[in-house]
């Protein structure tokens, strides 16, 4: 049984412009010692889906609309606040993305080091001190011993970001969630931290869910990929089948945007038009305005639904554009692709 399965999970805000679907109906699984990559542009949904786990979004105007989150047995989004206290921070450890407004100015770096060591364990404050600097040693904090009684804004930005990691894996937990873990640090500094979660992997058995923009990375460290756009899962599956096999437009065109894929002296792709408006209902394909697949000329009507291509290997057909188009066809039409409306009622693909 998986460690952690989550089955329709939906997400709205409740807000006076209308409500907002950050998260539409997503499900996937982690298995012990699995790796999750979660990617997609900004606004899809990825951070979201996660506090959604943990119950960290604000209510209101935030609301778990339905689905389930079975860790271990129980699901996450019905357990009562004591139950889920006991789980957050020991059990489920997050990586916040943003370390600066994660951290409190006014305690000392031991101090929020510590606080999870003693509230999951019986532990003395020397020993809770002993494990918080070696932890800071472990993510690569140089003097961790001076260091660990100064206050956030005495440390650099990548350094707070190494504080976060060492605060998250501190406690052992069974899954940790990374949201933009490595984003404040550079190259060297990044695969350091990325070893050091995945020997934690190797030996506890550590099961992660990272969400990141950086492909490289998934495609590095990841067994799992789940893309998303617009809230919704438009692939998923193992990240060998995700990457060398991609079946969604979108997928495809996040593919096209890598840096390094470019041929040297031509100019970057980028995914032409702008994300969709999710405040408004969309009952067709979230990314059919910006696709520059040829359209079928099938009419839009109905969310697409996800299709098993292969064990394991999902994709929202949506039938609106033929995904078995050359390439080439597809580079010479992407120019031309900039509406970022969806189609009004009744209105048939060109």
Same mark, same amino acid.
């Given at each position: 049984?998986?460690?952690?399965?989550? &089955?329709?999970?939906?997400?709205?805000?409740?807000?006076?412009?209308?409500?907002?679907?950050?998260?539409?109906?997503?499900?996937?699984?982690?298995?012990?010692?699995?790796?999750?990559?979660?990617?997609?542009?900004?606004?899809?949904?990825?951070?979201?889906?996660?506090?959604?786990?943990?119950?960290?979004?604000?209510?209101?105007?935030?609301?778990?609309?339905?689905?389930?989150?079975?860790?271990?047995?129980?699901?996450?989004?019905?357990?009562?606040?004591?139950?889920?206290?006991?789980?957050?921070?020991?059990?489920?450890?997050?990586?916040?993305?943003?370390?600066?407004?994660?951290?409190?100015?006014?305690?000392?770096?031991?101090?929020?080091?510590?606080?999870?060591?003693?509230?999951?364990?019986?532990?003395? #404050?020397? &020993?809770?001190?002993?494990?918080?600097?070696?932890?800071?040693?472990?993510?690569?904090?140089?003097?961790?011993?001076?260091?660990?009684?100064?206050?956030?804004?005495?440390?650099?930005?990548?350094?707070?970001?190494?504080?976060?990691?060492?605060?998250?894996?501190?406690?052992?937990? &069974?899954?940790?969630?990374?949201?933009?873990?490595?984003?404040?640090?550079?190259?060297?500094?990044?695969?350091?931290?990325?070893?050091?979660?995945?020997?934690?992997?190797?030996?506890?058995?550590?099961?992660?869910?990272?969400?990141?923009?950086?492909?490289?990375?998934?495609?590095?460290?990841?067994?799992?990929?789940?893309?998303?756009?617009?809230?919704?899962?438009?692939?998923?599956?193992?990240?060998?089948?995700?990457?060398?096999?991609?079946? #969604?437009?979108?997928?495809?065109?996040?593919?096209?945007?890598?840096?390094?894929?470019?041929?040297?002296?031509?100019?970057?792709?980028?995914?032409?038009?702008?994300?969709?408006?999710?405040?408004?209902?969309?009952?067709?394909?979230?990314?059919?305005?910006?696709?520059?697949?040829?359209?079928?000329?099938?009419?839009?009507?109905?969310?697409?639904?996800?299709?098993?291509?292969?064990?394991? #290997?999902?994709?929202?057909?949506?039938?609106?554009?033929?995904? &078995?188009?050359?390439?080439?066809?597809?580079?010479?039409?992407?120019?031309?692709?900039?509406?970022?409306?969806?189609?009004?009622?009744?209105?048939?693909?060109?």
């Amino acid at each position: 049984m998986a460690l952690l399965e989550v &089955d329709d999970l939906t997400t709205y805000f409740h807000t006076r412009d209308g409500v907002v679907r950050a998260v539409d109906g997503v499900s996937f699984t982690v298995d012990r010692g699995e790796t999750l990559g979660i990617v997609g542009e900004s606004g899809s949904g990825k951070s979201v889906t996660c506090y959604s786990l943990l119950r960290l979004i604000p209510e209101p105007p935030g609301r778990i609309e339905r689905g389930t989150a079975m860790f271990d047995g129980r699901d996450l989004l019905w357990l009562s606040r004591s139950e889920l206290r006991k789980v957050r921070g020991k059990r489920i450890s997050m990586i916040f993305q943003d370390p600066m407004t994660s951290l409190n100015p006014y305690l000392r770096i031991s101090t929020q080091l510590i606080e999870a060591l003693q509230t999951h364990e019986d532990i003395s #404050h020397r &020993d809770a001190l002993k494990r918080a600097t070696a932890a800071l040693e472990e993510v690569g904090i140089p003097e961790a011993s001076k260091r660990v009684t100064r206050y956030p804004h005495e440390f650099s930005g990548g350094m707070r970001q190494r504080v976060m990691i060492a605060m998250a894996l501190i406690t052992e937990p &069974d899954l940790l969630i990374a949201d933009e873990p490595t984003t404040a640090l550079d190259v060297t500094v990044q695969a350091q931290i990325l070893e050091i979660i995945k020997q934690r992997q190797n030996d506890l058995g550590t099961a992660v869910i990272l969400v990141t923009h950086d492909l490289g990375v998934v495609a590095g460290t990841c067994d799992k990929v789940l893309v998303m756009y617009g809230g919704r899962e438009m692939e998923s599956g193992t990240a060998e089948e995700v990457f060398y096999a991609p079946r #969604h437009p979108y997928t495809r065109a996040l593919q096209k945007t890598i840096p390094s894929l470019q041929a040297k002296g031509q100019e970057l792709y980028t995914i032409p038009g702008l994300p969709p408006d999710v405040s408004k209902p969309i009952d067709r394909c979230a990314f059919y305005p910006r696709c520059p697949y040829p359209k079928t000329g099938k009419p839009a009507g109905e969310r697409p639904q996800l299709e098993e291509i292969t064990p394991g #290997h999902c994709w929202a057909a949506c039938g609106y554009c033929d995904s &078995d188009a050359p390439i080439e066809t597809v580079l010479a039409r992407a120019d031309e692709v900039v509406d970022d409306a969806l189609p009004v009622e009744g209105e048939t693909p060109a």
